[in-house]
């Protein structure tokens, strides 16, 4: 059975820092597209980073420069640090690995 575990979601004043981090028990991960969604409220879900098998990165425009996605084959996890947090990143978080959906886990900034 697949599981995708986040862990690291809270409450943080804007410009602090957070970590994401999402285990998987999920066979293929090194041959998947690993990455992090977020769906804040009344809007839509949106990309926030990815990173694939290549290791090769993709950001939303918003993040760009404050978060920095990482993946571990071994460990087959995919970690999210999130510096200079705004309230604009309030969101429930989502991993995701290849086809795979973990079940969010909130953020909140806010003083």
């Known amino acids: 059975q697949v599981q995708l575990v986040e862990s690291g979601g809270g409450l943080v004043q804007p410009g602090g820092s957070l970590r994401l981090s999402c285990a998987a028990s999920v066979s293929i991960f090194s041959r998947s597209v690993v990455g992090w969604y977020r769906r804040a409220p009344g809007k839509q879900r949106e990309l926030v980073a990815d990173?694939?098998?290549?290791?090769?990165?993709r950001y939303g425009n918003s993040v760009v420069g404050r978060f920095t996605i990482s993946r571990d084959n071994v460990e087959k996890t995919v970690s999210l640090q999130m510096n200079n947090l705004e309230p604009e990143d309030t969101a429930v978080y989502y991993c995701i690995v290849g086809s795979y959906w973990g079940q969010g886990t909130q953020v909140t900034v806010s003083s």
């Open positions: 990173v694939g098998t290549n290791g090769s990165t």
